[in-house]
């Protein structure tokens, strides 16, 4: 019998959670992936992997996206958490996999939960700028080159965790004050 795949929810908290881990550690993803098994007791479920595979393979893109609209507080000097939480979220704004609306929603209330009220204000008003200015381009017809190579990126990560050799300078470290899979 197979275990129950994890909400939606619960599989963007296990991406943060290794998203975060390999920017405080820079431990290899799969390495992370193996230590989620042993922790939470369920290996983490294709979106969980298709998504934290996704960022790690963009990550300059989505860093150079963010910079450009973190303009009152540069990339660098956020916390950790708090730079794996926008570039989760703008990876499934622009891969097309989430909602805007949702994707938004959830990187706040991830902020908020894990770090601060004030950190869910500023990944607010940084996601809620990309969006705004996505949409006004798709309203003109302007559909952002990076989007598309988003969702293409996003096909070909579904389900593969990228190796070291892919992954890029992020680290590892403590799963923040959540506990178990309801979180």
Do not use: C
């Amino acid at each position: 019998m197979t275990p129950a795949s994890p909400s939606r929810r619960q599989a963007r908290r296990d991406a943060l959670f290794l998203l975060y881990q390999r920017e405080v550690t820079g431990r290899p993803l799969d390495e992370l992936v193996a230590g989620h098994r042993l922790r939470e007791s369920y290996p983490p479920d294709d979106f969980t992997l298709a998504v934290v595979a996704g960022v790690v393979q963009r990550l300059d893109d989505l860093d150079a996206r963010l910079r450009g609209h973190a303009t009152d507080w540069p990339l660098e000097r956020l916390a950790p958490l708090e730079r794996s939480v926008l570039r989760l979220a703008l990876y499934e704004l622009e891969s097309g996999l989430t909602p805007p609306e949702v994707a938004i929603d959830e990187a706040v209330r991830l902020a908020r939960r894990y770090a601060s009220d004030e950190a869910g204000a500023l990944v607010n008003g940084i996601l809620g700028a990309i969006a705004r200015e996505r949409e006004a381009h798709e309203g003109r017809g302007e559909i952002r080159e990076s989007s598309a190579a988003a969702r293409e990126g996003a096909g070909r990560a579904r389900g593969v965790a990228a190796t070291d050799g892919e992954a890029r300078g992020t680290k590892d470290g403590t799963r923040g004050e959540g506990g178990g899979r309801g979180d």
